[in-house]
C-alpha cells in the first residue's frame, strides 16, 4: 500500500486519463465525527464491461503491455488499505459510461495512512493534463473546500482579459468574462 492516501487518489486518477477520460472527479469526504473517510475518483472515461470488471477485481488482469510490472496494481492496493482499515471498496463502471472508485475506511483506524499533499498532487494532475476537467472537492467536520481546472482557466483568461483588450485598439473584452 502506499503511505500517504494522496498517492493512491493519483493513481486511480491515471487510470482514468489512461482511459480517456475528458472529466475527473475527486472528492475525499472525511470525519473524525463519524469516523469515516471516503475517496472517491469518478470519470468519463471508456469504463470496462463486467467481465473485465470482474478480473480486475479478482487482481488477475492488466491491458497494458508492458510486463515490467508483475500485474496491475492500483485498484488492488486501495481495495487492501480500505478493506484493511474497516472499510469498504467498490468499482462501478460501464463500457462508454465511465468508471466510479468509491474507497471508505475508518478515519481512526491506526493503520490508516495520512492524507499526505493532497494540494499538490491534485496541482500536478491538473498541470499535466491541461484539457481534462478535473474537479476536486473535500470535505471535512469542519470545512468545503471546492475546486474544478477548466473553471479556474477560465476565471484567469478573464483576469488577463482587460489587459489584452488594453492593447488592442478599439476592441472589447470577450463577452463570455463579462459576468
Ligand atoms: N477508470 C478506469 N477506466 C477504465 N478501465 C480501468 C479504469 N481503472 C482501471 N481500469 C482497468 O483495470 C486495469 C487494472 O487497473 P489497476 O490500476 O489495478 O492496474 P494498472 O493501471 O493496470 O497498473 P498500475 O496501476 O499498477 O500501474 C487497468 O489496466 C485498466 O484496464
Ligand atoms: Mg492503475
Not at 493519483?10 to 486519463?17: E, P, R, Y
Not at 468545503?144 to 476565471?155: A, D, N, P, V, Y
Request: proline residues 4%; glycine residues 6%; hydrophobic residues 35%.
Amino acid at each position: 500500500m502506499f503511505e500517504e492516501l494522496s498517492l493512491h487518489i493519483l493513481d486511480i486518477a491515471m487510470n482514468s486519463l489512461a482511459a480517456g477520460a475528458h472529466a475527473v472527479q475527486i472528492a475525499v469526504i472525511e470525519s473524525a465525527r463519524r469516523d469515516w473517510l471516503i475517496l472517491r475518483v469518478r470519470d468519463d472515461g471508456r469504463g470496462m464491461d463486467e467481465a473485465m470488471l470482474q478480473r480486475v477485481l479478482s487482481h488477475s488482469h492488466t491491458s497494458k503491455r508492458s510486463r515490467k510490472k508483475p500485474i496491475g496494481l492500483g485498484l488492488a492496493l486501495l481495495r487492501q488499505t480500505s478493506e484493511m482499515c474497516g472499510g469498504t471498496f467498490h468499482v462501478r463502471s460501464a463500457p462508454d459510461r465511465g468508471t466510479t472508485v468509491t474507497a471508505s475506511m475508518r478515519y481512526s483506524h491506526v493503520d490508516r495512512p495520512p492524507l499526505g499533499d493532497l494540494s499538490s498532487t491534485i496541482l500536478a494532475l491538473c498541470a499535466a493534463n491541461p484539457s481534462v476537467d478535473v474537479q476536486f472537492s473535500y470535505h471535512s467536520d469542519e470545512t468545503r473546500f471546492q475546486f474544478g481546472s477548466q473553471e479556474l482557466k477560465q476565471k484567469e483568461r478573464c483576469s488577463n482579459e482587460p489587459r489584452r483588450a488594453q492593447k488592442v485598439e478599439g476592441k472589447s473584452p470577450a463577452t463570455s468574462c463579462a459576468a
